[in-house]
């Protein structure tokens, strides 16, 4: 399925429930299915104000997030239960337009090593399970939205992947200064992300509009794929023990004239921003022009990633000897982070090696080059780094297509 631009995607859902009773005090997955007419009600009017997407309320519907509530074995039950509640929406506004409904994807809230003690194996089959019951729900599309690790986003969008092939936005969270949670920049993640090919890229929740604004002229440069903006109606304020947002939807459209200059082809609302606030956005999205896709910082360049920054180099960079992959793999990443090479090369031999290189890759502070005349090993390295690799060695272009195409391998 093709999408079209620009697309008018929704606003917040948990910010408007607290407005019909929800209070927090169970799960919000678990509360619509018992108060269907809240939802239901609040993605018709986002439908009537303009949105062309919905998203379903199964941000929080993966095995963690629901045990961590209390609900066992309901992953599947959950999340069909939760898109037929958008679809009833749709049938309901009876508008005359196809309006898509998005199978909404959250964070687990679980890190890799050394932050915490998940595998990204595990991340990976936590995501497949909630996506399998979204795809057999008959979702139109994906958004991975929230998003604060690579790993978490990378595992997810992975998980899509082996069982649809649906459009998917990822969209990250992160600070004024474009920094996520673990400490990666967002042109970083955004390099990552459309080298694995995903049909957009953007950021919600975070921060207000005008600090979002920063951020997506600055991905601007670097994007190669449609730009999304979904950001809060200012910042949350508290007074009189209750919050509030104090950007009004006048104000908040104002800003989206400057974020379509700056590639923005998706548009939408967070936390704070209602039904006015898109209609606010349809109204001005009449006047949009659509910016082509300029990624200065990267043309002529290998878009090469670590996990945390982004490095485009000369296609022409010198590889270095490459190190060996064991033990001692971490402290010999450390040291050559501190050499004077561009690039880090490791040498892979077997799949054997798999484990050493997956303890030790968040020690990588350089472009990553791996080397390896095995492409099991080859596949295996790039799904437990998480950055954007190149490759050196004999493997055929058969084999490097195809891992090219799934994890941005650089060849």
């Known amino acids: 399925m093709e999408l079209y631009f620009p697309l008018i995607l929704d606003g917040a859902t948990g910010t408007e429930l607290q ?8 799960c919000e997955e678990r509360w619509v299915q018992e108060h269907p007419e809240a939802i239901i009600d609040l993605q018709k009017r986002y439908i009537e104000a303009g949105s062309d997407v919905i998203y379903a309320p ?5 095995r963690v997030k629901l045990e961590e509530n209390g609900i066992f074995n309901r992953t599947a ?7 037929k509640l958008s679809r009833r929406a749709v049938e309901e506004a009876g508008a005359d337009r196809r309006i898509l409904v998005a199978g909404d994807i959250a964070p687990t809230g679980k890190f890799l090593a050394p932050m915490g003690d998940a595998r990204f ?8 399970e909630q996506v399998t019951a979204l795809e057999e729900a008959g979702v139109d599309m994906y958004v991975i939205e929230t998003m604060m690790t690579v790993a978490d986003a990378r595992a997810a969008l992975l998980a899509v992947r082996a069982v649809s092939d649906r459009p998917v936005l990822i969209s990250f969270t992160c600070d004024e200064k474009g920094r996520t949670v673990t400490g990666s920049d967002i042109a970083a993640v955004l390099d990552i992300f459309q080298g694995m090919g995903v049909d957009a890229f953007g950021m919600n929740c975070s921060v207000g509009p005008e600090d979002m604004l920063r951020q997506m002229k600055r991905l601007h440069r670097y994007a190669e794929v449609p730009l999304s903006a979904k950001a809060n109606a200012g910042m949350p304020i508290t007074a009189d023990g209750r919050t509030y947002y104090d950007c009004p939807p006048e104000r908040f459209a104002a800003v989206q004239y400057a974020y379509a200059k700056a590639g923005v082809c998706l548009f939408g609302g967070c936390c704070g921003t209602g039904p006015d606030h898109i ?31 982004v490095f485009p180099l000369d296609p022409s960079v010198a590889v270095p000897e490459p190190l060996p992959c064991d033990a001692d ?6 040291e050559a982070g501190d050499s004077d090479a561009q690039v880090i090369a490791v040498r892979i031999d077997s799949p054997d090696e798999l484990d050493d290189f997956a303890d030790a890759q968040y020690a990588v502070r350089k472009p990553l080059c791996i080397v390896t005349e095995d492409a099991e090993a080859l596949e295996g390295a790039l799904r437990a780094y998480q950055g954007r690799a190149m490759y050196d060695g004999g493997l055929p272009e058969k084999v490097l297509a195809p891992l090219s195409e799934k994890y941005g391998l650089i060849y």
């Open 77 to 83: 039950e959950y999340n069909q239960k939760l898109v």
């Open 329 to 334: 793999l971490a402290s010999a990443l450390d």
């Open 19 to 26: 407005k019909c009773g929800y209070d927090g005090s169970i």
């Open 279 to 309: 209609r606010a956005i349809r109204e001005a999205a009449n006047a949009f022009k659509e910016t082509p896709l300029n990624p200065v910082e990267l043309i002529g360049k290998l878009p090469l990633a670590t996990e945390k920054e």
């Open 58 to 62: 199964t941000f929080g519907a993966n």
């Open 121 to 128: 194996e595990d991340l990976y089959e936590i995501y497949l």
